[in-house]
């Protein structure tokens, strides 16, 4: 057991260091509550954009990527240690974290060397941003459910429907789209995943509004959308493939990065010191006390969690069994202490005006933890994955699973 | 970064899984709870002989001179199996009491016998106000203890205590008592868990020598090792449970089906399961923490056992219930389970006291 860099672990951290301290500012906490991953403006995107370019000049950039692919060769251990490091600078949202971790593995699998030439070195350098057109409304958890249809039209392909919950669509440039080319056969065995340009006038995203006030993610309206077959990504039918491809590579990507996003229970330390509660500084009170007790307990275990990620991962293994609960934990804990923080923070919470930095800080945390808990696999999900897949349970009855799709 | 263990150290779980495997099976663990007396001797015997109950002695006091992590793994198959033994009192607190604060002559009059498992030194340091040193009320004078120390655990056993009382200046100080000295009383106290028996000990001007080096901050330090270690039998315990329910969901029907296939059952088991990964993440940076002496063993030990302490009583109660009626029945085995984790629990305290150790560490 050792908890500290080996001797190239720790020369590739200061290196990190050092370059991020030529070319970016440490954080001082002043900074306005963002998302890691999404832009909320125009202006957002061009400052994440520039430095997305600076990073791949530099040879920060698709780290993992093997060197063929324009990538460093990196060890997922050096893209978590860059991680650690970035996250503790002023740094604009990574919005290439779906082309960088998610569809760009995925083309190296699956793609032709054409579509590895045209999409692998844009991606990397940021011109690009890519979204995941996946979810659909009548379909999520069951992804296989999916009704886009694509149909073949001469040498090429005809696209209609509908996806949702698609982060980044409004700012992106091409997108990883799933659609049913067969509904005569089970629903796996009748997609084909493709590759498209958000800038065609088929395709039309519209923000959606979240609870929190923001608007990170969309629905997106296919009409006729016409592609050639070299769009396609991975043999005919064999879309569910090339999914589970690039849905390995998400769980991949966030078991890398940060454990825990979000408040820290320290905050909320400093928040009871700053009310009172009873009369007294809420610091000293024992209920409030036993709370913040308990989310620390809970926060480090989670922090602990990404270090035995990071132990498989140094050792060359898979992220093991271990990786698993950190969704499903870290969901819930941010929506307790969201709560918390806004009852700590008193009557206030509730109504406050944005200028109450405290208050409104606790009311977003509170406002986007449940998207945490949808997100990339619901909780029940995450429960079914632990319980047939770590524990060898029996899986769910499908009903479905060799009835043809048009007959379900 | 590495936050796993050496082939040696898997050696050892390996040799030791075999070992309480062939011993201290649940069968022994009911008989235990129907004996008179609960003490798993015959185990406690063969930990001695394959050496590891000096696992973490020093070679010239007849240990073998290892470390924390190797101590732990020893901590999570003992409360895999549970063991009718007295892993925290002896192992967990009496050792590394002698180790860190002990003369020399304390160390080589105490420690071989230990190793060889003929001496067992009870931890009286608890009273009816709890186990933080401030909240000690015994009190030495002129080497002579007076107080009552509760609960104790294998007190019956013992042949000696570890005491925590106040010296003459009002300072919580460790001494060692001899069980069979004048001024002793010990009453039998009724235990969740029968297999580890438990007691109230009465001093009345008991002759006692001190531990030199103890003192608030020590006997903190002490009580945080101890947690750690604890937490990792906690897991083996929660571990067991869980592998004992899945196991039964798998083969149990209802409706035409193992229930193990129904979600209301099987993400329970996926609860247990998170739960139980948490606290193994805070324990194994707590016996980092342990064995490298890093600063953050106080807030180490202290989440550890939280995150401990919730797994284990999730875990054991929820064993209980998916066990069905069968789960209810004293012939089963859930309850084992569920005894034990209270008695892990009486054994350094509840949540309440270390929720405030931990603010105290973070917040000051």
């Known amino acids: 057991m050792d908890f500290s860099d080996n001797p190239e672990e720790a020369a590739f951290r200061a290196r990190a260091r050092a370059w991020l301290d030529a070319n970016a500012t440490v954080r001082d906490g002043s900074e306005k509550v963002q ?54 600078y002023a740094v604009p949202p990574n919005v290439f974290l779906i082309g960088i971790g998610l569809v760009g593995p995925t083309v190296m699998i699956h793609g032709t060397e054409d579509q590895k030439k045209t999409v692998l070195p844009r991606a990397l350098t940021g011109e690009d941003i890519w979204c995941q057109l996946f979810s659909e409304p009548a379909a999520g958890s069951d992804l296989a459910g999916i009704r886009t249809r694509a149909r073949r039209d001469g040498d090429g392909w005809v696209i209609s429907g509908q996806k949702v ?136 275990g989670l922090e602990f969690t990404s270090y035995r990620v990071m132990t498989s991962l140094s050792r060359g293994e898979a992220p093991g069994e271990e990786g698993s609960i950190g969704k499903l934990l870290l969901g819930r804990l941010r929506q307790e202490m969201g709560a918390f923080g806004m009852e700590l923070a008193g009557t206030a919470a509730g109504i ?50 060799d009835v043809a799709f048009s007959e379900l | 970064m590495n936050f796993g263990f050496s082939d040696e150290q898997d050696t050892i779980r390996e040799t030791l899984t075999r070992l309480l495997g062939d011993h201290a099976t649940l069968a022994v663990a009911h008989d235990r709870l129907e004996a008179a007396e609960g003490f798993d001797t015959a185990t406690w015997a063969a930990l001695a002989e394959g050496g590891w109950l000096g696992l973490a002695i020093a070679e010239e006091d007849g240990g073998s001179g290892m470390g924390a992590v190797e101590l732990a793994i020893l901590a999570e198959e003992i409360g895999r199996s549970l063991a009718a033994v007295p892993f925290a009192p002896v192992l967990g607190l009496a050792v590394p009491a002698i180790q860190t604060m002990g003369t020399q002559a304390q160390q080589k009059s105490l420690l071989p016998g230990i190793a060889e498992g003929r001496t067992i030194i009870a931890a009286a340091l608890c009273e009816t106000g709890g186990l933080a040193p401030g909240k000690v009320t015994a009190q030495v004078a002129q080497d002579r203890l007076s107080g009552t120390k509760t609960p104790v655990f294998f007190a019956a056993e013992a042949s000696h205590a570890l005491v925590a009382a106040k010296d003459e200046g009002g300072t919580p100080r460790l001494w060692l008592a001899d069980l069979s000295g004048p001024g002793v009383t010990i009453r039998a106290l009724d235990p969740i ?61 209802a409706f035409g089906r193992p229930i193990g296939s129904f979600q209301a059952v099987k993400h329970r088991l996926a609860d247990m399961f998170a739960k139980i990964e948490l606290a193994r993440s805070n324990a194994f940076f707590g016996v980092w923490a342990l064995a490298s002496k890093d600063g953050r063993l106080p807030e180490a030990a202290a989440v550890a056992r939280l995150t401990a302490l919730d797994a284990v009583q999730f875990a054991t109660e929820e064993t209980i219930q998916l066990h069905g009626g069968i789960g209810f029945t004293w012939a089963a085995d859930p309850h084992l389970f569920l005894r034990r984790g209270w008695q892990l629990k009486a054994e350094l305290g509840p949540a309440d006291a270390w929720r405030d150790r931990l603010l105290g560490n973070l917040a000051s």
């Open chain 1, 35 to 88: 998302d890691h991953f999404m832009a909320r403006d125009a202006a957002e995107v061009a400052r994440a954009r520039d430095w997305q370019a600076r990073k791949a000049k530099a040879g920060w950039a698709g780290l993992t990527w093997p060197r063929e692919f324009g990538g460093q060769g990196a060890t997922p251990i050096e893209q978590v240690i860059w991680n650690q490091e970035e996250g503790r």
């Open chain 1, 165 to 300: 919950w698609t982060s980044g669509a409004h700012y992106s440039t091409h997108g990883i789209l799933l659609a049913r080319s067969n509904p005569q056969v089970p629903k796996h065995k009748g997609l084909t995943m493709f590759l498209v340009e958000l800038s065609d006038p088929a395709i039309e995203a519209r923000p959606i509004r979240q609870i929190s006030g923001g608007a990170s993610f969309n629905e997106v309206f296919i009409d006729n959308l016409r592609v050639p077959d070299s769009a396609r990504l991975g043999g005919e039918s064999e879309g569910w493939k090339v999914a589970l491809t690039t849905l390995m590579n998400e769980r991949f990507s966030i078991s890398i990065g940060r454990a825990t996003g979000g408040a820290r229970a320290e905050d909320l330390i400093a928040l009871a010191r700053r009310v009172e509660r009873n009369g007294r500084p809420a610091i000293e009170d024992g209920e409030v006390r036993a709370r913040i007790a308990d989310f620390t307990a809970r926060q480090r």
């Open chain 1, 352 to 401: 406050s005006a944005a200028a109450q930095d405290d208050v409104a800080r606790w009311r977003n945390e509170y406002l986007t933890a449940p998207g945490n808990r949808i997100a990339g696999g619901s909780d029940e999900i995450q429960r079914t994955i632990i319980g047939e897949r770590i524990l060898g349970l029996p899986p769910e009855i499908r009903v479905d699973k």
């Open chain 2, 193 to 253: 868990d029968g297999t580890r028996p438990a007691a109230e000990i009465g001093f009345e001007g008991t002759p006692v020598e001190p531990l030199p080096g103890s003192d608030p901050a020590a006997i903190g330090a002490l009580l945080d090792g101890a947690a750690v270690l604890a937490a990792f039998e906690q897991i083996g315990l929660a571990g067991r449970a869980l592998a004992l329910t899945t196991a039964y969901v798998r083969e149990r029907q």
